[in-house]
């Protein structure tokens, strides 16, 4: 299909285009995995474990979730000022 056709599709919004499109290959940006190294104090572990067994998540789930919300919550700041 030409981009030109597949663009009409999608303009006259009268058809699903999604059984053109290749999702195998799709890639959102900036989600890639980053694969980084870090040491926690002992009794930070614990706590973290503590806290992802009481919600039932795995130790990198409670990182990243705390982690993005913090970084959320710097973003927001920065843009109000």
Do not use: C
């Not at 499109?21 to 980084?36: A, G, Q, W, Y």
């Amino acid at each position: 299909m030409k981009a030109e056709e597949f663009d009409k599709i999608f303009d006259d919004n009268e058809e699903d285009i999604i059984e053109y499109l290749d999702l195998s290959t799709i890639k959102r940006p900036n989600l890639e995995p980053k694969r980084i190294n870090i040491d926690f104090p002992t009794w930070m572990v614990k706590k973290l474990d503590e806290e992802a067994q009481h919600i039932g998540v795995s130790r990198q789930a409670i990182i990243k979730t705390w982690l993005a919300d913090k970084i959320m919550q710097i973003q927001h700041h920065k843009e109000a000022v």
